[in-house]
């Protein structure tokens, strides 16, 4: 029996590095190569009931700079996590690695430069994230979302593989003549606040929609929330008699994209080309602490394309309640966005990737 290609996954954090990685291990165990994804804690939290694909677990850390014992702590995890590495590459070899971003895929990817492993990173973002700034002199390639990606010096230019939004297939197969969302009598808005729920959407946002009620807007709500506020928000919204559905972090949520004819989102760049690949137009609210801004970088990103409208959350209170408003009135200014983000598609983002990847693997050294 023929021994499978071994190709390792290294990701963790939040949802946006995690989904993508997964849905790459997927693509590959599909394929016939021996796929294994490799995270930390909060990684392994989204992951930990997918039973179809191995997944390993390994302490990671950021570095943390609030205080001289935060910082060395946070280096002896980063060193620890690093030598914890070295013997597992040691131990299984990989043909290739994949680093998906944020600091749980770094010690992985230099403990792959001290074996002389090769390793590919992927950024989804509009700026490069540091782990990949710091990972990308060492790095076979840097796959990216987006031509327009800042932040690489031009010396590193040939390192550069666009390839997509690396969705979902279920995303890739979404059946867009089933949805309902040409029906535009009613605006039914779907609240997304990527893993980390928005807390502040729960806070903020049902203020505006008791607004859009008092000026007989017809509005249908679908919003993601932490556990602690299903029951304030559910008591809130059948108090002012609007229709609603709350929910809490699902990995399921294709399921409300044929439910709804918009979004209120975050900014992280997963979501996003999730969005424009269901033809859902929606309205950006960057995350304003995100790291080097790059939530809004995305939001800047989209509007300029007229994928999408975009609001800072400081202007949060008037300008939101004023695009609805107007979204009422004229139904066109979201069926525009449609017409604009049907002409995009990732649909072939796996395939850009095979044909690197063999390009990578056809090579000698």
Not at 190 to 196: D, K, P, T, W
Not at 257 to 281: C, D, Q, Y
Not at 282 to 290: A, E, H, K, Q, V
Not at 345 to 360: A, E, G, L, M, P
């Amino acid at each position: 029996m023929t021994k499978k290609t071994k190709i390792l996954i290294a990701t963790g954090g939040t949802g946006g590095h995690v989904f993508p990685a997964y849905s790459l291990a997927n693509h590959f165990a599909s394929n016939n190569y021996d796929a294994e994804l490799i995270t930390d804690h909060r990684g392994y939290n989204f992951l930990k009931n997918y039973k179809n694909l191995k997944i390993n677990k390994i302490i990671s850390s950021p570095l943390i700079k609030k205080n001289i014992l935060k910082i060395f702590i946070s280096i002896f995890k980063i060193l620890y996590s690093i030598f914890r590495s070295l013997i597992y590459l040691i131990m299984n070899r990989p043909k290739i690695i994949f680093g998906m971003g944020g600091y749980s895929s770094f010690p992985i990817c230099i403990a792959a430069t001290i074996l002389k492993i090769k390793f590919i990173i992927y950024e989804n973002n509009l700026i490069i994230g540091k782990a990949n700034r710091y990972l990308l002199p060492f790095a076979k390639k840097i796959f990216v979302s987006y031509k327009d990606l800042e932040g690489i010096p031009g010396k590193y230019n040939c390192k550069v593989c666009e390839i997509g939004n690396l969705i979902r297939k279920e995303i890739i197969n979404f059946d867009k003549k089933k949805d309902e969302k040409n029906n535009l009598n009613e605006i039914k808005i779907l609240v997304l606040g990527g893993s980390q729920a928005a807390k502040v959407f729960a806070e903020k946002l049902p203020q505006v929609f008791k607004r859009c009620k008092e000026s007989k807007i017809p509005l249908k709500i679908y919003q993601q929330c932490l556990k602690n506020q299903n029951e304030q928000l559910s008591i809130f919204y059948k108090n002012l008699n609007i229709d609603f559905e709350i929910f809490n972090f699902s990995n399921n949520i294709v399921t409300y994209f044929s439910k709804v004819n918009l979004a209120i989102t975050r900014s992280g760049a997963s979501m996003l080309g999730e969005l424009i690949n269901v033809n859902l137009p929606f309205i950006s609210l960057p995350l304003p602490s995100s790291a080097d801004n790059h939530q809004l970088k995305n939001a800047l990103y989209y509007e300029k394309k007229n994928f999408s409208y975009l609001i800072e959350e400081k202007d949060l209170d008037n300008k939101l309640f004023n695009l609805i408003k107007s979204i009422n009135e004229d139904k066109f200014l979201i069926e525009k966005i449609r017409m604009k983000q049907s002409q995009y598609s990732d649909k072939n983002v796996f395939n850009n990737i095979n044909k690197q990847v063999k390009k990578i693997f056809d090579e000698k050294n």
